[in-house]
């Protein structure tokens, strides 16, 4: 089983360039979701997905933008990159219930915007 | 708003000895769920234990057990017999039940190192 997989695994970024992360899962999860993971900071939500189609904001949604089209994929977008946004991302996804149900995570997305 | 609070910014274990990670949280809500992941240096985050607020027994996987005190708002986990595999960055995390979302919310996360 691939799980929730993220492309790609690192990124260099010059700030002002735009560029696209991709969240893959095969395991039919209705929830999916975007964190950010910066040092001592844990992880933040940024957007999230309930289903195809829909988004919500997170935590930290400034600077942001993401689409699900499909049911299996959760895009996240950077329109025009600032250093600030130098960070691990991280997708993951879950079913809608039971309520007890983890998420399950990708193995992440090194980010640096010089 | 719900809040995760981990105190202890690194901890240190000797190998098979027992080490305790704590995590408080700060809600008004009667129903929520709690978690503990681990995170590796290999940056996966694997779930290391799940905890429901209305059950009273806690939660235990093999070595790791938690102290679930809902009344203090405490979610301590207690890891046995630590191995060096046992060493990474352990986050806690909270989850209402109420809503349709099952976000979570994490602490800041506690580095433990695992000494042989």
């Known amino acids: 089983n691939a799980g929730v997989t993220q492309t790609p695994k690192f990124r260099v970024l010059k700030t002002g360039q735009s560029m696209t992360l991709l969240c893959a899962q095969d395991?039919?999860?209705?929830?999916m979701y975007w964190y950010r993971q910066d040092p001592g900071m844990g992880l933040r939500l940024i957007h999230y997905?309930?289903?195809?189609?829909?988004?919500a904001k997170g935590e930290v949604p400034d600077g942001y933008n993401v689409s699900r089209l499909k049911k299996q994929n959760f895009l996240l977008g950077l329109e025009s990159a600032a250093p600030s946004q130098t960070s691990v991302y991280f997708c993951?996804?879950?079913?809608?219930?039971?309520?007890?149900?983890?998420?399950?995570f990708g193995d992440g997305t090194r980010l640096s915007i010089l | 708003a719900q809040t995760v609070t981990q105190s202890q910014p690194e901890m240190s274990v000797q190998e098979a000895e027992t080490v305790t990670l704590s995590c408080t949280y700060d809600?008004?809500?009667?129903?929520?769920?709690l978690f503990w992941y681990k995170q590796p240096p290999s940056r996966q985050m694997i779930l290391v234990i799940r905890?429901?607020?209305?059950?009273?027994q806690n939660a235990t996987e093999n070595r790791f057990s938690v102290n679930f005190q809902k009344a203090a708002k405490s979610f301590s986990l207690k890891i046995s017999d630590s191995q060096l595999g046992d060493a990474a960055m352990y986050f806690c995390?909270?989850?209402?039940?109420?809503?349709?979302?099952?976000?979570?919310?994490f602490g800041t996360g506690t580095l433990l190192a695992v000494q042989p």
């Open positions: 993951a996804s879950s079913y809608s219930k039971p309520k007890d149900q983890p998420q399950h």
């Open positions: 395991m039919n999860h209705e929830y």
């Open positions: 997905s309930v289903g195809e189609g829909t988004t």
């Open positions: 809600t008004s809500e009667s129903d929520y769920y």
């Open positions: 905890q429901e607020a209305y059950k009273q």
């Open positions: 995390a909270y989850r209402s039940a109420a809503g349709a979302t099952n976000k979570l919310i």
